[in-house]
């Protein structure tokens, strides 16, 4: 079926759904007995009037709802979407079933801001946060089809996180994390790693898995985090934009410990209360110097 085809299709399920539209003598309001989509909550979230009794709804305004559902204005900017954005319109649309789904789908491309990166990008997240949502599921799942991953397997997957699904930026092997569940805090490093042996999902959970159920995700990060590679050099690049008298070159004197370094040298750390990482002195954690700390060394006046 080619893309368009399956749009035409969603907007005629969504027609048969609404002719399924009854009196609800008991409760006093229009009910649907919809098999495709929770009509009557997308009638709600969208704002149609639906409680009339002469609301009207045509193939026409089938397809204008399912143009609204994936983030378009109308049917006729779908159709002329780009093969890419029809794509992740098609992968949302399969997805989207009543509003609630909209709504989190929403929330979550606004959290993250991916939205600026083009539709690939933005199918790549949606792609990702599924699998995430299936293995947010796995400490639920019997404990038959569960095994405990441990050596190589296991310390690969406690050292591999993304930046945007990781409470504190970055999670390391040596961060103290707090399991608000069974409240107490421990080495990440004695974390669970479970694997789903049917679908090959894994995840790092709480170190009292299976007695307690949270997974990695809902824990807090409690010791300020190092960063390295491409994140730390971005923070960086912020800070020389902050102050445009360094580069990553800058010889630096630092006001707290006394003492020179390149400003590349710096590093970057993030702290459970702050939600930006800032940049410390090359000596952190036993100097506590930050970037306004760090004087440029003029050549010329020594
Ligand atoms: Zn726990
Ligand atoms: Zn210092």
């Not at 900017?77 to 093969?83: C, K, M, Q, V």
């Not at 929403?106 to 599924?130: H, N, V």
Request: overall charge negative.
């Amino acid at each position: 079926m080619d893309k368009l085809s399956f749009f035409k299709l969603q907007a005629k399920n969504l027609l048969k759904d609404f002719k399924t539209r009854f009196y609800n003598e008991k409760e006093q309001f229009f009910d649907y007995q919809p098999k495709h989509f929770d009509i009557g909550d997308l009638f709600l979230y969208f704002d149609y009037p639906d409680y009339k009794e002469d609301f009207t709804f045509t193939l026409m305004n089938a397809q204008h709802l399912i143009a609204k559902m994936v983030g378009y204005e109308k049917w006729d900017d779908l159709i002329h979407a780009s093969e890419k954005e029809l794509e992740l319109a098609e992968y949302l649309l399969r997805k989207f079933k009543d509003s609630q789904d909209i709504q989190e789908w929403e929330e979550s491309l606004t959290f993250s801001g991916i939205a600026k990166y083009g539709a690939e990008a933005i199918l790549d997240y949606a792609r990702w946060q599924d699998e995430l949502d299936e293995k947010k599921k796995i400490v639920y799942l019997p404990k038959e089809r569960i095994s405990i991953l441990s050596g190589k397997e296991r310390k690969e997957a406690l050292t591999q996180f993304d930046d945007e699904h990781n409470p504190a930026g970055t999670l390391r092997l040596d961060s103290i994390v707090y399991c608000k569940e069974c409240r107490q805090s421990y080495e990440f490093s004695k974390s669970k790693v479970i694997k789903d042996s049917e679908s090959n999902l894994s995840i790092a959970v709480c170190k009292n898995y299976p007695k307690c159920n949270c997974t990695y995700l809902e824990m807090k990060v409690l010791t300020p985090t190092i960063l390295y590679g491409d994140y730390k050099i971005e923070q960086l690049k912020k800070g020389i934009k902050a102050f445009p008298r360094l580069t990553m070159d800058t010889k630096v004197h630092c006001l707290h410990c006394d003492q020179e370094y390149l400003f590349k040298e710096a590093n970057v750390v993030i702290s459970p209360d702050e939600d930006e990482p800032l940049i410390y002195c090359k000596n952190y954690p036993q100097c506590n110097g930050t970037l306004i700390d760090m004087i440029p060394v003029n050549k010329k006046n020594l």
